[in-house]
């Protein structure tokens, strides 16, 4: 069966030796937007790619604002702070996710806390979310929720909508509005992907992306938040540009701020990949489609998206049946030319975050040890 797999993805990918799990495309407008951004000089901060990228990003997801960041972990941290993220307050996330969503809410000295995931969507699950508040939040007069041991206030929930595919995002949103908990969406792997008509991202009181050169569509570095809320909006932005305020010479900042805006030489990129994430969204369902017919009654199980949702397919998905069975296909396949990863360690599993409050995660448990990624790039023949 193994041999077979690599066979299938070999021919997917006919012009390459070595298959890598996802690669960039630049087979649009980059090089024209990149050298017209070098040729104006404004290749930092300020230019008019930067403008035009949050302007594309918020039209494209339905969002109102797009504030652009340099990568999608200072959009987490950025958004954590605007919404009011302080030292020893709690913030829920996955033990299930890339490490940014658990670090950003540490450079606020805030403590994770992780809640199990749903095995058909792999993103926060509200059942598993409705049960810790009820057994562990109690509601206070100043109508916030706070952890009935420890005494910390919950101040944000952070569920990502992993490898593209939606979280059941409205459950969750009503459980947090329920509690009067923020709810950041780490959107970071799901451009393109959408939960009940609405892009992934627009429930939150903020969404953030990354646009690592790994996403499905890059800018070598970059991130950004999306939000409906003016005033958050014109907070990060503020923020992310070192908090300075608008004046024709003088250097006047009226507080802590950060260097987070993305450079417009990358917002070029950004622009021009932009232009074809439509072409390339359709081009990764149809290779999630050929891979869901491929496994389709064998032993191996093919991640499709979830109700109510449409995934990015991002990086495709496969669950195999033990651990064992697990790291005999992981090896096989990267001994014969096909990349493939197991998920990540679960966070509570590192040594930083070790002692975190945590579910029974018997979901993210079960997927830590089967679950594997499988070449999910773009195929342009
Ligand atoms: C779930 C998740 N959150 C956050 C990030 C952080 O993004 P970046 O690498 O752009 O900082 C990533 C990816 O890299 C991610 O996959």
Redesign the pocket.
Known sequence: MYKDTVNFIKKQFPSQDFIPLHEPRFVGNEKKYVLDCIDSTFVSSVGKYVDDFEKQLAAYTGARYAVACV???AA?HMAMIVAGVKENEIVITQAL??I??SNAISYLQASPVFIDVDTETLGLSPDSLKEYLQQHGVRKDDGFTYHKVTGQRIAACVP?HTFGFPCRIVEILAICQQYNIALIE?A??SIGSYYKGSHTGTYGLMGTF???GNKTITCG?G?AIITNDERLAKKAKHLTTQAKLPHRWDFVHDEIGYNYRMPNINAALMCAQMEQLDFFLTKKRELAKRYQEFFEGSPIKFVTEPADSKSNYWLCAIILENETERDKFLEYTNENGVMSRPVWKLMNKLKMFENCLKDDLKNSTRLASTLVNIPSSVIIK
Do not use: H, I
């Open positions: 990568n999608g972990t987490l996710s890339f940014a969503t990502m780490d970071a792997e990354s646009f690592n570095g991130g």
